[in-house]
Protein backbone atom coordinates (compact mmCIF):
# COMPACT_ATOMS: atom_id res chain seq x y z
CA UNK A 1 0.00 0.00 0.00
CA UNK A 2 1.66 3.28 -1.01
CA UNK A 3 2.11 6.07 1.41
CA UNK A 4 -0.42 8.61 0.35
CA UNK A 5 -2.80 6.42 -1.23
CA UNK A 6 -6.48 7.13 -0.63
CA UNK A 7 -9.76 6.06 -0.48
CA UNK A 8 -13.11 7.13 -2.23
CA UNK A 9 -13.35 10.25 0.29
CA UNK A 10 -9.45 11.14 0.04
CA UNK A 11 -8.56 9.88 3.47
CA UNK A 12 -4.96 8.62 3.16
CA UNK A 13 -5.40 5.13 4.43
CA UNK A 14 -1.66 5.22 5.93
CA UNK A 15 -2.93 7.85 8.47
CA UNK A 16 -6.34 5.95 8.58
CA UNK A 17 -4.47 3.26 9.67
CA UNK A 18 -2.42 4.71 12.36
CA UNK A 19 -5.44 6.31 13.87
CA UNK A 20 -7.42 3.11 13.99
CA UNK A 21 -4.24 1.26 15.68
CA UNK A 22 -3.85 4.38 18.57
CA UNK A 23 -7.31 4.17 19.45
CA UNK A 24 -7.68 0.74 19.36
CA UNK A 25 -4.67 0.43 21.66
CA UNK A 26 -6.06 3.40 23.94
CA UNK A 27 -9.79 2.00 24.22
CA UNK A 28 -8.92 -1.48 24.06
CA UNK A 29 -9.01 -1.84 28.26
CA UNK A 30 -12.47 0.12 28.13
CA UNK A 31 -13.74 -3.58 26.51
CA UNK A 32 -11.54 -6.11 27.77
CA UNK A 33 -10.34 -4.95 31.22
CA UNK A 34 -11.91 -1.96 32.75
CA UNK A 35 -15.43 -3.95 31.78
CA UNK A 36 -16.09 -6.87 29.85
CA UNK A 37 -17.74 -7.19 26.54
CA UNK A 38 -19.72 -10.43 25.88
CA UNK A 39 -19.23 -11.09 21.89
CA UNK A 40 -21.82 -13.84 20.21
CA UNK A 41 -21.59 -14.55 16.14
CA UNK A 42 -18.19 -13.51 15.19
CA UNK A 43 -17.88 -16.48 12.77
CA UNK A 44 -20.79 -14.56 10.85
CA UNK A 45 -18.32 -11.63 9.89
CA UNK A 46 -15.92 -13.93 8.77
CA UNK A 47 -18.48 -15.34 5.73
CA UNK A 48 -19.08 -11.69 4.49
CA UNK A 49 -17.64 -10.14 1.29
CA UNK A 50 -15.60 -7.61 1.54
CA UNK A 51 -18.02 -4.89 0.03
CA UNK A 52 -21.43 -3.98 -0.05
CA UNK A 53 -22.52 -5.05 3.67
CA UNK A 54 -24.57 -3.05 6.16
CA UNK A 55 -24.16 -3.31 9.69
CA UNK A 56 -27.46 -2.32 11.24
CA UNK A 57 -27.37 -1.80 15.30
CA UNK A 58 -29.23 -0.27 17.79
CA UNK A 59 -27.59 2.82 19.42
CA UNK A 60 -26.56 3.86 23.05
CA UNK A 61 -23.91 6.27 23.03
CA UNK A 62 -22.26 8.43 20.45
CA UNK A 63 -18.87 7.21 19.66
CA UNK A 64 -18.41 4.11 22.47
CA UNK A 65 -20.49 1.28 20.26
CA UNK A 66 -18.76 2.57 17.14
CA UNK A 67 -15.15 1.99 18.75
CA UNK A 68 -16.67 -1.54 19.76
CA UNK A 69 -17.69 -2.39 16.09
CA UNK A 70 -14.34 -1.90 14.97
CA UNK A 71 -12.54 -3.81 17.67
CA UNK A 72 -15.16 -6.98 16.83
CA UNK A 73 -14.76 -6.84 13.42
CA UNK A 74 -11.62 -6.47 13.00
CA UNK A 75 -11.35 -9.03 15.43
CA UNK A 76 -13.11 -11.54 14.08
CA UNK A 77 -11.25 -10.91 10.79
CA UNK A 78 -8.02 -11.88 12.65
CA UNK A 79 -9.74 -15.14 13.64
CA UNK A 80 -10.65 -14.49 16.87
CA UNK A 81 -14.01 -16.39 18.06
CA UNK A 82 -16.26 -14.20 20.18
CA UNK A 83 -13.20 -12.22 21.64
CA UNK A 84 -11.28 -9.19 21.62
CA UNK A 85 -8.08 -10.78 23.39
CA UNK A 86 -4.48 -10.03 22.16
CA UNK A 87 -5.59 -6.33 20.25
CA UNK A 88 -2.58 -7.08 18.00
CA UNK A 89 -5.39 -8.12 16.02
CA UNK A 90 -5.43 -4.04 15.03
CA UNK A 91 -1.58 -3.77 13.48
CA UNK A 92 -3.31 -4.32 9.84
CA UNK A 93 -7.36 -3.32 10.61
CA UNK A 94 -9.42 -3.35 7.91
CA UNK A 95 -9.60 0.07 6.26
CA UNK A 96 -12.83 0.20 4.00
CA UNK A 97 -14.89 0.67 7.28
CA UNK A 98 -17.36 3.55 7.31
CA UNK A 99 -20.37 4.21 9.95
CA UNK A 100 -22.70 6.78 9.09
CA UNK A 101 -22.67 9.78 11.92
CA UNK A 102 -24.53 13.41 12.15
CA UNK A 103 -22.70 15.99 10.88
CA UNK A 104 -23.36 18.44 13.81
CA UNK A 105 -21.76 15.83 15.93
CA UNK A 106 -18.57 15.11 14.39
CA UNK A 107 -17.76 18.94 14.31
CA UNK A 108 -18.28 19.46 17.80
CA UNK A 109 -14.60 19.21 18.66
CA UNK A 110 -11.01 18.46 17.86
CA UNK A 111 -11.41 14.72 18.90
CA UNK A 112 -14.60 14.15 17.03
CA UNK A 113 -12.98 15.29 13.78
CA UNK A 114 -10.13 13.07 14.22
CA UNK A 115 -13.13 10.09 14.64
CA UNK A 116 -14.27 11.40 11.35
CA UNK A 117 -11.12 10.91 9.40
CA UNK A 118 -11.53 6.96 10.81
CA UNK A 119 -14.07 6.51 8.96
CA UNK A 120 -17.40 8.96 9.38
CA UNK A 121 -19.92 9.57 6.43
CA UNK A 122 -21.08 12.52 7.61
CA UNK A 123 -25.00 13.27 7.09
CA UNK A 124 -27.62 15.99 7.70
CA UNK A 125 -29.82 14.63 9.78
CA UNK A 126 -33.26 15.89 8.43
CA UNK A 127 -35.55 15.56 11.71
CA UNK A 128 -33.26 17.15 13.70
CA UNK A 129 -30.90 19.85 14.19
CA UNK A 130 -28.64 21.52 17.46
CA UNK A 131 -31.00 19.93 19.82
CA UNK A 132 -34.48 21.25 17.53
CA UNK A 133 -36.67 19.74 15.49
CA UNK A 134 -36.83 20.38 12.16
CA UNK A 135 -38.19 19.47 8.75
CA UNK A 136 -35.58 19.54 6.03
CA UNK A 137 -35.33 17.84 2.46
CA UNK A 138 -32.86 14.40 2.41
CA UNK A 139 -28.99 15.98 1.05
CA UNK A 140 -28.36 13.60 -2.00
CA UNK A 141 -24.81 14.33 -1.43
CA UNK A 142 -25.48 11.86 1.74
CA UNK A 143 -27.26 9.23 -0.09
CA UNK A 144 -23.84 9.24 -2.86
CA UNK A 145 -21.20 8.78 -0.33
CA UNK A 146 -23.27 6.08 1.41
CA UNK A 147 -23.40 3.83 -1.95
CA UNK A 148 -19.45 4.84 -2.75
CA UNK A 149 -19.02 3.62 0.98
CA UNK A 150 -20.97 0.48 0.42
CA UNK A 151 -19.23 -0.05 -3.02
CA UNK A 152 -15.95 0.13 -1.13
CA UNK A 153 -16.76 -1.55 1.80
CA UNK A 154 -18.53 -1.96 5.01
CA UNK A 155 -20.80 0.70 6.40
CA UNK A 156 -22.17 0.94 10.15
CA UNK A 157 -25.32 2.10 10.93
CA UNK A 158 -27.61 3.24 13.31
CA UNK A 159 -31.34 3.13 11.62
CA UNK A 160 -33.19 4.87 15.02
CA UNK A 161 -30.78 7.95 14.30
CA UNK A 162 -30.80 8.48 18.01
CA UNK A 163 -29.17 6.81 21.11
CA UNK A 164 -32.53 6.92 22.91
CA UNK A 165 -34.14 2.96 23.26
CA UNK A 166 -36.95 2.35 20.99
CA UNK A 167 -37.48 5.44 18.77
CA UNK A 168 -38.84 4.69 15.31
CA UNK A 169 -36.60 3.18 12.76
CA UNK A 170 -35.69 6.07 9.95
CA UNK A 171 -37.36 5.43 6.55
CA UNK A 172 -33.85 6.71 5.05
CA UNK A 173 -31.92 3.55 5.90
CA UNK A 174 -34.96 1.10 4.19
CA UNK A 175 -34.17 2.82 1.30
CA UNK A 176 -30.63 2.27 1.26
CA UNK A 177 -30.96 -1.32 1.49
CA UNK A 178 -34.13 -1.22 -1.33
CA UNK A 179 -31.65 0.55 -3.65
CA UNK A 180 -28.36 -0.73 -3.21
CA UNK A 181 -29.16 -4.39 -1.63
CA UNK A 182 -26.44 -4.74 0.75
CA UNK A 183 -26.29 -7.85 2.92
CA UNK A 184 -28.04 -6.52 5.88
CA UNK A 185 -26.13 -7.74 9.16
CA UNK A 186 -28.28 -6.81 12.77
CA UNK A 187 -25.94 -6.78 15.75
CA UNK A 188 -27.73 -5.81 19.11
CA UNK A 189 -25.63 -4.14 22.27
CA UNK A 190 -25.94 -3.53 25.85
CA UNK A 191 -24.92 -1.89 28.56
CA UNK A 192 -22.84 0.55 27.00
CA UNK A 193 -25.51 3.17 28.23
CA UNK A 194 -24.10 2.16 31.81
CA UNK A 195 -20.10 2.09 31.01
CA UNK A 196 -20.12 5.42 29.55
CA UNK A 197 -21.50 9.02 29.47
CA UNK A 198 -23.77 9.70 26.13
CA UNK A 199 -20.84 10.75 24.00
CA UNK A 200 -18.93 7.60 25.00
CA UNK A 201 -15.86 9.22 25.53
CA UNK A 202 -15.81 9.63 29.63
CA UNK A 203 -16.07 5.54 31.83
CA UNK A 204 -18.84 6.32 33.73
CA UNK A 205 -18.79 2.72 35.51
CA UNK A 206 -16.39 -0.23 35.75
CA UNK A 207 -17.24 -3.88 36.00
CA UNK A 208 -20.65 -3.82 33.52
CA UNK A 209 -21.02 -6.56 31.08
CA UNK A 210 -21.82 -5.20 28.11
CA UNK A 211 -23.09 -7.47 25.24
CA UNK A 212 -22.18 -7.93 22.00
CA UNK A 213 -24.94 -9.82 19.65
CA UNK A 214 -24.20 -10.41 15.85
CA UNK A 215 -27.23 -11.94 14.11
CA UNK A 216 -27.03 -13.76 10.63
CA UNK A 217 -27.64 -11.00 8.03
CA UNK A 218 -31.87 -10.29 7.34
CA UNK A 219 -33.80 -11.73 4.58
CA UNK A 220 -35.49 -9.63 2.84
CA UNK A 221 -37.28 -10.06 -0.49
CA UNK A 222 -36.78 -7.14 -2.71
CA UNK A 223 -39.74 -7.83 -4.58
CA UNK A 224 -42.53 -7.47 -2.68
CA UNK A 225 -41.22 -6.19 0.82
CA UNK A 226 -42.64 -2.44 0.84
CA UNK A 227 -40.56 0.27 2.89
CA UNK A 228 -42.56 -0.27 5.80
CA UNK A 229 -42.24 -4.24 6.16
CA UNK A 230 -38.03 -3.51 5.89
CA UNK A 231 -38.32 -1.08 8.56
CA UNK A 232 -40.53 -3.25 10.86
CA UNK A 233 -37.85 -6.20 9.86
CA UNK A 234 -35.27 -3.96 10.91
CA UNK A 235 -37.32 -2.91 14.44
CA UNK A 236 -37.35 -6.72 15.58
CA UNK A 237 -33.65 -7.49 13.75
CA UNK A 238 -31.90 -4.75 16.37
CA UNK A 239 -34.61 -5.54 19.44
CA UNK A 240 -36.18 -2.08 19.45
CA UNK A 241 -39.84 -2.81 18.14
CA UNK A 242 -42.22 -1.63 20.60
CA UNK A 243 -43.21 -5.65 21.40
CA UNK A 244 -39.64 -5.58 23.32
CA UNK A 245 -40.09 -3.16 25.62
CA UNK A 246 -42.29 -4.61 27.80
CA UNK A 247 -39.48 -7.36 28.51
CA UNK A 248 -36.62 -5.04 29.04
CA UNK A 249 -34.59 -4.62 32.39
CA UNK A 250 -35.80 -2.28 34.77
CA UNK A 251 -33.04 0.03 33.97
CA UNK A 252 -33.46 0.03 30.60
CA UNK A 253 -37.32 1.07 30.78
CA UNK A 254 -36.63 4.26 33.38
CA UNK A 255 -34.24 5.51 30.27
CA UNK A 256 -36.53 5.54 28.09
CA UNK A 257 -39.07 6.99 29.90
Known sequence: MGIFKRNPFGHILFLKKWLIRIFGFLTHPRYKSLNQLQIEGSEIIRQLPDTNVLFISNHQTYFADVVAMFHVLNASLSGRNDSIKNVLYLWNPKLNIY??????????????????????ITVERTWRAKGQ???RDVNMNDTENIKLALDDGWVITFPQGTTKSFKPVRKGTAHIIMQH????????????RRSFDKKGLRLKKKGVMQSFVIKPPLQIDYEHDSIEQIVEK???AIEQHPSFLKVQPIEEIEVVL
Open 234 to 236: IEY
Open 99 to 120: YVAAKETMQEGLLSRILAYAGA
Open 133 to 135: DVQ
Open 181 to 192: RPIVVPIVIDGF
